[in-house]
């Protein structure tokens, strides 16, 4: 259990803002300027491969890397509980800066074949992970009073990112190229490592002895705090389809549809792509700016409401699919409010980093086979017709949503298992 001089764990009741804090604000600042170039890397990269490739299989894998490197949550997860979220910090970061100079030089030297590219598209997104789960398991420890709605302002703010990265895009392609673009990114990994040097990062704590079995530890402890707390497993569950279609409709389906079954441009892909993310910005600020987090209230209405939008995207019209996607993007934007923000809600601080680590293992199954199913079954259906599919598909999980009816008298108190509990598990 805690020490008795603990900072209170943050309920998601009545909490402070964290805007409040300066340490806060100075790691938001760094925190969102390397999210905007995540932004343009995220929108440039794939309309790359459509230039060079115009593969939507090539588009999947890509895709399929950033939602893979969730499988990586139950070891990353264990070691940032082993030996500080701050180490994973300036790793990931390092990493990532180094991996997007070579790839950025290759680029624009013309000398980027497939295998290369791929190699270092893996890197960087698992450099990319390595980063994320650093500061997200470092958060409570990093802003004690107010955990939970720090980590959904943060979440907030990268959703804010994904409008201006692809407004970027939109504006600099037919000016730098995508070299250029690729550049851009690679000075944004500045700023968050200036933050870590100026001390705004998790407290350094010695290595824990031993390493083996880190990871079957990290799932044990995982699987341990879920069958603890029969709600957050409930409500996980109950997520997983729409990890499954929402990552499977964007960015990798619609950006195929409006690009090659509907013929919209590149650069008004990027601007549609960012007024989409703005709805997605506004479903992330409805969620974590409340002053009191419900989840049970979330999760229905993004699993019901997704249902409808995915029949709206089917429809093969630009209005209507954009409307339809943008509705998507709200959705996607609140659940990432709402799982980072269930986490922090549920997860005892003792076992954040295993805890989180397998959670994200559990999202990130679904997520990584959705873009995959898309480059299975674009190439025989159409992109239509997946669109059907996962709107049937969005239908069926709201019918269970509805069924299940998960209570939402308390959504406040979680039951939270001791580390005695799981340490017995």
Sequence with gaps: MPPDDAPARDTGLAAPSPWRIPRFRWFAAGNTINNVGEGIYDIALPLLVYGQTGSVVVMGIVAALTPGTLLLGPALGALADKGGAGRLLVVGLVVQLAAAVVLST??????????????????????????????????????????????????????????VGPLLVAVLL?????????????????????????????????????????????????FATLRGDARLRRLTVLMLPFDFVESAAVPALALYHLRDTLQVSASAVATLFAVMNVAALVGSLA???????????????ITVASALALVGASVPVVAVVVAALTILMLLSGAAGSAQSMMVVHFVPQEVFGRSSGVLRLIHGVPAVLGPLAVAALVPWLGTTAVFVILALMAVTSAAAMLLARPSSKNPSQGREPTSHEVDRA
């Design 106 to 163: 290759l680029v624009s030297t013309h000398h980027l074949g497939l295998g290369p590219f791929l190699a270092l598209a893996v890197v960087l997104q698992v450099a990319g992970a390595v980063y994320r789960v650093g500061w997200m398991t470092g958060v409570p420890e990093m802003f004690p009073e107010s955990p939970v709605r720090a980590r959904g302002s943060l979440s907030s703010l990268f959703i804010a990112t994904t409008i």
């Design 174 to 222: 037919p000016l730098v190229g995508y070299s250029g673009l690729l550049w851009i990114n690679c000075l944004t990994f500045v700023a968050p490592l200036l933050v870590q040097a100026s001390g705004i990062r998790p407290a350094p704590r010695p290595w824990q002895s031993g390493v083996k079995g880190i990871v079957l530890d990290g799932m044990r402890v995982g």
């Design 287 to 301: 969620v974590s700016e409340r002053r009191v987090f419900d989840p049970v209230r979330v999760v229905s209405i």
